[in-house]
């Protein structure tokens, strides 16, 4: 069965720091591109980043450029979002997503939330 | 990035056929066949694939989902409208700058 589990997720200050974790199994990890979309609350769902199979193409969306990374782990079948410098519209569920495309996968997400 | 152009909301009757349009530009729907849409019932509830790459539907969605593209625009079809339909429904498309964007989403509701 294809799992994705979100961690890491919780309540930070603005400019503080946060690292999400997404473990993966049932499929061969390191044969797919991996994404974060978030949504925020009443909003609808935002692309956030892409890492290829071996990490080296990655891809942000120009509202975190600069502020988060990407990165993963085959050997632990494991994807990272390292998000710095947040800010409270950063606020919203954070998806882990296979693929994003025919072998489309979402996770559960996380809860992110930057307030003072 | 900006967002692809949705309509806020569009409604039908049980049985009737709704049309939802994703309008982009050359930066990104005209550019590409890798447009796909997504439906979200509940507020909360995990988005779920319904159609990728233009007018292709995933193993298991219902064949009165269909997609289609014409220039910056594309557009997600369903027939037979069910009360089950009703939801949000969101738009995607790979861009030149090889990122990803959404539509801004349709509320779809059945009369």
């Known amino acids: 069965e294809v799992q994705l589990v979100e961690s890491g997720g919780g309540v930070v200050q603005p400019g503080g720091s946060l690292r999400l974790s997404c473990a993966a199994s049932g499929f061969t990890f390191g044969n797919f591109w991996m994404h974060w979309v978030r949504q925020a609350p009443g909003k609808g769902p935002m692309w956030v980043s892409r890492i290829d199979n071996d990490g080296t193409n990655i891809n942000y969306a120009d509202s975190v450029k600069g502020r988060f990374t990407i990165s993963r782990d085959n050997a632990k079948n494991t994807v990272y979002l390292q998000m710095n410098n947040l800010r409270a519209e950063d606020t919203a569920v954070y998806y882990c997503i296979r693929d994003f495309r025919i072998y489309d996968f979402w996770g559960q997400g996380t809860q992110v939330t930057v307030s003072s | 990035q900006s967002t692809l152009t949705q309509p806020v909301s569009v409604s039908g009757s049980p049985g009737q056929s709704i049309s939802i349009s994703c309008t982009g530009t050359t930066n990104d729907v005209g550019n590409y066949d890798f447009v796909s849409w997504y439906q979200q019932r509940f507020p909360g509830e995990v988005p779920k694939l319904i159609i990728y790459d233009v007018d292709n539907r995933p193993s298991g969605v219902s064949n009165r989902f269909s997609g289609s593209k014409s220039g910056n625009t594309a557009s997600l079809t369903i027939s037979g409208l069910l009360a089950e339909d009703e939801g949000d429904y969101y738009c995607?498309?790979?861009?030149?700058?090889?990122?990803?964007?959404f539509g801004s989403g349709t509320k779809v509701t059945v009369l």
């Open positions: 995607t498309s790979f861009t030149t700058s090889h990122t990803h964007v």
